[in-house]
């Protein structure tokens, strides 16, 4: 739903851009263990269920917006209604 709400505000909110990327390397990094070359032998690695794929796209679409969009700006000082 975050996505959604970003997609519609044109704006990043929801967490932070840093840790989004952080999110997308562990990814990177985890989609590599599924390749022969760097793990080894076929029958020596996990597989890749589809729930995981399925992460894998939402983080990728959360990057690009964390890249792409505006980031909503947190402002320290708050206005008390009850001085008016």
């Avoid at 989004?20 to 597989?47: E, M, N, Q, W």
């Avoid at 794929?53 to 402002?75: C, G, H, I, K, M």
Wanted: contains cysteine; proline residues 4%; hydrophobic residues 40%.
């Amino acid at each position: 739903m975050q996505l959604v709400t970003n997609h519609q505000h044109r704006t990043y909110a929801g967490s932070y851009a840093f840790a989004t990327y952080l999110s997308t390397a562990c990814g990177v990094i985890d989609v590599f263990y599924h390749f022969p070359s760097i793990i080894g032998r076929h029958d020596a690695k996990k597989g890749l269920p589809v729930s995981v794929f399925v992460l894998y796209l939402v983080v990728a679409v959360d990057t690009w917006q964390a890249w792409n969009l505006p980031r909503v700006e947190q402002s320290s000082t708050e206005i008390d209604e009850d001085e008016d």
